[in-house]
């Protein structure tokens, strides 16, 4: 059982440009792993949330 209390999620179009944005707002890394995996932050005030890049989608082209 996690001691975090309740974890938001945050989808975000940038992975690696959401994390530096945060952590230049004085977030810091909890547990980072990268695209679709765990990635953990903590803002200022003690919140643990988790940042997720969906993976792109291959469009199939439109049959006519």
Known sequence: ???????????????EEAKGELLAAGCQVVRW???GRPCYM???FGF???LYEEQ????QPKST
Do not use: C, H, Q, Y
Request: aromatic share 14%.
């Open 42 to 44: 903590r803002d200022p």
């Open 1 to 15: 059982m996690s001691s975090w209390g309740p974890v938001f999620e945050f989808i975000v179009a940038d992975l």
């Open 33 to 35: 792993e990268g695209k």
């Open 48 to 50: 643990t949330f988790n």
């Open 56 to 59: 792109e989608t291959v469009k």
